[in-house]
């Protein structure tokens, strides 16, 4: 019986109660499941993010590129992996600065968190790497978690945690562009958002984060 699946309802790191499966094994593995599962978003919320990044129009974000730092040919390289990656994002994060969803602001925090690496090598190891909606993802858990947490694998092609070897106060910036998300015991339900920009919302309602 200790190896059985167990699902049930758990409350994740957003604060939203959903249905989660324990499949590990043993009382050690359960820990661990129980773990993971607070230390991560619901399904919902995952879809959202998805949903906030997917087809972008055409569109162009402004952004001071910081100069790369590395052997000579190593930054050639690296600027034009950046400048392609930078291409295909830029309209992401116009759709993103657009939004009023609050998780939109957290996922443009991630991305800009990105583009400030100045690393050269960074950008010529991860030139295949997709920079997608799990990553978004993965990102945006890192910056909602209140301190760190060993059960989630540690991924070299974060922003967070180049930032978190590098530079604290990046990532202090990106919690307080994101704070809408983290300063809150749960991250309002997508309905809730967009009925709050409906224009006849009274001027005067209550935050929606309060």
């Known amino acids: 019986m200790n190896n059985a699946h167990i699902s049930a309802m758990t409350k994740r790191l957003c604060g939203h109660i959903d249905m989660y499966s324990f499949s590990s094994k043993g009382r050690s593995g359960r820990r661990s499941d129980t773990l993971y599962a607070t230390a991560t ?19 162009f974000f402004p952004l001071a590129l910081p100069a790369l730092a590395g052997r000579e040919n190593a930054v050639c390289w690296a600027k034009d992996i950046r400048l392609k990656l930078l291409r295909k994002l830029g309209p992401v994060m116009a759709q993103l600065k657009k939004s009023q969803d609050p998780l939109a602001t ?10 400030k690496i100045p690393t050269a090598l960074f950008w010529i190891e991860n030139r295949e790497f997709p920079f997608d909606c799990a990553w978004v993802v993965f990102e945006v858990e890192h910056l909602m978690r209140p301190r760190p947490t060993s059960t989630v694998r540690l991924s070299g092609s974060s922003a967070f945690v180049y930032w978190s070897q590098a530079d604290h106060s990046v990532i202090a910036a990106a919690k307080v562009a994101a704070s ?23 001027a005067t309602a209550q935050s929606i984060f309060l």
Do not use: H, W, Y
Not at 45 to 58: H, S, Y
Not at 180 to 202: H, K, R, T, Y
């Open 41 to 59: 978003v619901c399904g919902e919320c995952r879809a959202r993010l998805g949903g906030l990044i997917a087809n972008p129009d055409a569109g």
């Open 106 to 115: 957290a996922a443009l925090a991630t991305f800009e968190m990105l583009f």
């Open 180 to 202: 809408a998300v983290i300063d809150v015991d749960v991250v309002p339900a997508a309905q809730a958002v967009f009925e709050a920009q409906a224009p006849s919302q009274p």
